[in-house]
């Protein structure tokens, strides 16, 4: 259940603190729903970006020389791989 809360959080955390952040910062000056909206749009960006990121971080850092870090992480992170 842990394992599962922290991947939901990697993944989805920062997409919902930027929507968050645009609501509150330019929700005043904007209106809300137009805050909200250019933030849902900037959110779904970040997103992208985060899933690439954790994608591909095993692969980058085996190719940085951190082979037993990267071992330990496909071991902490799939489960079926260990």
Not at 18 to 41: H, K
């Amino acid at each position: 259940m842990r394992r599962t809360v922290l991947a939901w959080a990697i993944s989805l955390g920062p997409a919902v603190a930027i929507l968050g952040w645009f609501g509150f910062a330019y929700g005043p000056s904007l209106g809300y729903p137009v805050a909200l909206a250019i933030g849902a749009f900037t959110g779904v960006g970040v997103l992208g970006l985060t899933v690439l990121v954790v994608a591909y971080l095993p692969a980058a850092l085996e190719r940085l020389g951190f082979e037993r870090f990267v071992a330990w992480l496909r071991t902490w992170w799939d489960e079926d791989a260990l």
